[in-house]
């Protein structure tokens, strides 16, 4: 705790492999699943960081796979390609438990989803919890609060839901829980939580483009951002960090509005 | 006597008829795979019970949920009318409820006739939802004459059936009042009594009236049991099993191929032995591919729209419409099970789901955002279908956009869909 304290306060954060912990004989805790977006995209990796300067400050014993970690397969199986979902999933769990992993928290909705829902059907199984139900359990216990940091006080605030998190696994009230200790104006978008209208990028499409239409789908989600007047959009999932970032520039309202993950607010509020 | 005779001959044709139609469409559900949906039955008959008998999604748009709930529960409590009608018609009896109801009775038949004015009401609101307000819903591509027609005369019969009530009850009345015949009193009026002064004053052209309004609403009944389905309207039936039959698992949660799992065990252990596999295709090209869940659903759908006012794709203009995936898979089932019954069992009319009725376009715009599974008030689930189709397409015809395949090609290569090296995964750490 005093060692991640110190580190906390120089800024630094300390990530250790599964390999660095199994050579010396420890086990972390909990395993934190970066994803393919948390390790190569550049905002995502903020995301990333911040998770990681989260489990370092309330000193939870942690280690990422580093360069052993792979896909999920989760953009190959919803884009109808089950064989290499398969052979993602089943190499996955073959390293998760070679590590004998037992908790999972991931930074992403899909991971998520994929390791905690169709896992287990391929032998692998673990408790997954969403970063912003880890920040949620730290909360409620009282290892994490508002303070210290910058101030969100009486900002106007809206959660996008992604549709991973919500609808598919119904998880709607862990990432407000998160923002509702910042003592903001909370406010919600027209279309939420079960009614949330997704960001565009779901089901492999973040890697294709759209087929033709009147717009693109985080277009028409920007207008429920701006009719509901928020100065921060919210979100938990960095797929639709990038359909929501693109929808503020195109609208020109990267002055007005700020789109910022759960973990980023969570860090920025414990000036972390 | 001669009545009775009628009744009973155009009852039991009805309700055989009814029955060959309804173990049709229960022989072209049964063409899909299997599934297994048998589990946990304790939850299966709890959501039937808040999804389809507590229309516990309907209300998630309150004033169609509530005018819903009022016609829902019109045509199922007015139907303990319908038991009385059947009686007295095949007994030659006349409200043969009312002496052992006493005066249970009367409060019944009142209850009935509030409940037939609002169901009438309902079905007027929802004509001019459908022809005047033209809400958007009930509108698109998908929605051509004949679906539109279809919405139609179901609440112009359901008007019909109302009216032909509620004049019976009111020529009923007035005989009673004049201690005519066999007309006992028997039942309190509180609607139709508003009627009886727009009828003639005459006890013989009372009864013609009373006779014929009978006769009119039971065989209107019937007419419209046998219209059902033909009709977007079976899902009054289907509603049931395919709540019960629903996906227990979070929305989120894609079943595994279980074809491929074995495969895929073979090639990282060369030891293991899949077992013999029945030699289907991987995913969906036509409706024999679907599952028997699938093909419930695409009968139990009644083509509200929901799912397509809430899909993302269809709101920005994109050509996927999740009730056309459901229309359109009933309308080829209906193909292939009417080529059947004419041409036998091995009959192919090299037409399938794929191209002929839905296109590829429509399939790659889905963002599997399951907001369509979410917004359908009896579970149905397009999603499912377009997964399955997408299967087919990619794993069979190799037919995925070219863009999706160098994500393929990446995650195949690198571990990741983007093309960075496994080796800079950890990058972000320095």
Redesign the interface.
Known sequence: MTDSMSDTLNNEIIVPTMAQMAAEGKQPDILFWVGCAGSFDERAQKITRDICKILQHVGISFAVLGTEESCTGDPAKRAGNEFLFQMQAMANIQVLDGYNIKKIVTGCPHCFNTIANEYPGLGGNYEVVHHSQLIQQLINEGNLKAEGGESFKGRRITFHDPCYLGRGNNVYEAPRAALEVLDADLVEMKRCKSNGLCCGAGGAQMFKEPEPGKKDINMERMNDVLEANAQVVASGCPFCMTMLSDGVKHTEKEQEIQVLDIAEITVRANGL | MIGQVIFIIILLGAAYLFGKNVAKIRRNILLGRPVNRSDNPGERWRTMARVALGQSKMV?RPIAGVLHILVYAGFVIINIEVLEILIDGIFGSHRIFAAPLGSLYGLLIGGFEVLALLVLLSCVVFLIRRNIIRLKRFSGREMTAWPKSDANYILIIEILLMTAFLTMNAADYKLQVLHFGHYIKAGNFPVSTFLAPLLSAKAGTLVIIERSCWWFHIIGILAFLNYLPYSKHFHILLAFPNTYYSKL?????????SS??N???A??DPAFVPPAADISR??AKDVTDLTWKNLMDAYTCTECGRCTS?C??N??????SPRKIMMDTRDRLTEVGNNLDKNGKDHTDDKSLLDNYITR?EL????????C??ACPVNIDPLNII?QM??????EESQ??S??N???GN??NN????K?S????????K
Do not use: H
């Not at chain 2, 698992?249 to 191929?257: A, H, I």
């Open positions: 998630r698992e979070p929305k989120g949660q894609f079943s595994n191929m491929v799992t495969e895929v065990k090639m990282l991987f995913g809430v993302p794709a709101i920005t203009g994109k050509l996927l376009e790659w715009a889905c963002t599997t955002c399951n907001a599974v979410q997964m997408r299967q087919y397409v990619v794993m995925a956009p863009s999706l160098n994500m393929f995650m195949e571990g990741a869909p983007w960075y496994q080796a800079d995964r950890f990058n972000w750490n």
